[in-house]
């Protein structure tokens, strides 16, 4: 019995690692038709609408833990929700459906729809606050690079591990006033610094691939829902990444507090914000480095998706032509 249990489980995880592809992939067409209409707005309720509509499809029981913001203040895929059929098994879902919302509306490089679905209770629930963030590739020693050395330090002993010298190391940073201090003192070591104006899911996923991106590391501060999603990523493919929540108002440490953050100070790895089993998928919305962006021809429209699974460690490319949806304006 307990075997056959087992085997259900994980035919519905392989089934539900390519349903999520459909979730990422309409958000990310839904978005697309408001590429460069300078309406971020607009269309991230596009992508949240198209998500919402496909997530209540899946067989799950899935209940938001990131998403679109906390109750009062999201009235879709907020914190909370519960969405899928409710018939299957109960998981954690956060999402991102267009994150990158600038670079969208401006029809700039880099927009994706993302969304990962773990075991129930198995993703951190972090409030919409800033989070500071490290990550690095697979293969180095675990805990190199630590949140409370300074930037120049995880660069020497980055550049140490990898056998290269310092200004061999590329850092991507968030094009951010906040982080002046931090790009002149990683510039200080030699090391060349990659800015991006917005997208930083994969700015961290582009560490796990440093021989394809050029990017060595991702430091800086961002939005703690992207954390948790790029955490999902890493989860799947490795790397080390290390996070902490930025609460520095009563307000904010109350809000976490409710969502059970005992420890407003804690540094979190890649295994306290994912805990368990999970999938993650993204869909490129505009170009960018990671994935294609949406393609509207005249029959079809074309969509890029990677899609990974922790249990197996699986990293798929889905290549898709959507008939249906060009034909009959669907999205
Ligand atoms: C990042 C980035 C997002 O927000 O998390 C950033 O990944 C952080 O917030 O794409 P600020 O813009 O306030 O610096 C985005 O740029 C937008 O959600």
Redesign the pocket.
Known sequence: MALVTETTKQVLDRILSIEIVRVTERAAVSAARLRGHGNEKAADQAAVDAMRRELSKLPIGGTVVIGEGERDEAPMLFIGETVGTGKGPKVDIAV?PL?????CAKNMAGAIATMAMAESGTLLNAPDV?MEKIAIGPGYPKDLVDLDVSPAENIMRLAKAKGVRPQDITALI?D?T?HADMIAAVRKTGAAVALI?????A?VIHTAQPDATGIDIYLG???AP??VLAAAALACIGGQMQCRLVLDTEEKRSRAAKMGIKDPRKKYGITDMVKGDCVFAATGVTDGNMLRGVKFRKDFIETETVVMRSVTGTVRWVRAEHRQLQKFHLD
């Open positions: 991102d994150e990158g919302t600038t670079l800033y968030l951010r906040r104006t917005d997208g930083d899911v700015g501060i961002g939005g992207e954390g």
